[in-house]
């Protein structure tokens, strides 16, 4: 085992005290963490950021084409057209949201 796995073991750190600032208010390097050890949530926030809205992403892309097509079958009386067409480009879009991750 490594030294910062070691340390991530001992629980969580303190965050550096404002005794631990320097007079311009950055922290001292002696309470500073290290880039590998200190920043476990932060980097672990940046690599499932992508994914925290793919349901909103996904419902959106997939039920708004359809939606919109059905409003506008309704007021031109045009049914299923424009629902199908709808549900064509809400699948292609949900198909490339996917795609993108």
Same mark, same amino acid.
């Given at each position: 085992?490594?030294?910062?796995?070691?340390?991530?073991?001992?629980?969580? #750190?303190?965050?550096?005290?404002? /005794?631990? /600032?320097?007079?311009?208010?950055?922290?001292?390097?002696?309470?500073?963490?290290?880039?590998? /050890?200190?920043? /476990?949530?932060?980097?672990?926030? #940046?690599?499932?950021?992508?994914?925290?809205?793919?349901?909103?992403?996904?419902?959106?892309?997939?039920?708004?084409?359809?939606?919109?097509?059905?409003?506008?079958?309704?007021?031109?009386?045009?049914?299923?057209?424009?629902?199908?067409?709808?549900?064509?480009?809400?699948?292609?879009?949900?198909?490339?949201?996917?795609? #993108?991750?």
């Amino acid at each position: 085992m490594t030294a910062a796995h070691d340390s991530e073991e001992a629980g969580p #750190r303190e965050p550096p005290s404002l /005794s631990d /600032s320097t007079e311009d208010g950055q922290a001292s390097p002696a309470g500073h963490q290290s880039e590998e /050890s200190g920043s /476990s949530w932060g980097r672990a926030l #940046r690599d499932i950021a992508p994914y925290l809205d793919l349901g909103w992403r996904l419902a959106a892309t997939t039920a708004g084409p359809p939606g919109l097509g059905l409003v506008v079958d309704l007021w031109l009386q045009t049914t299923p057209w424009f629902l199908l067409g709808g549900c064509v480009v809400g699948l292609t879009g949900a198909v490339l949201q996917l795609k #993108r991750l």
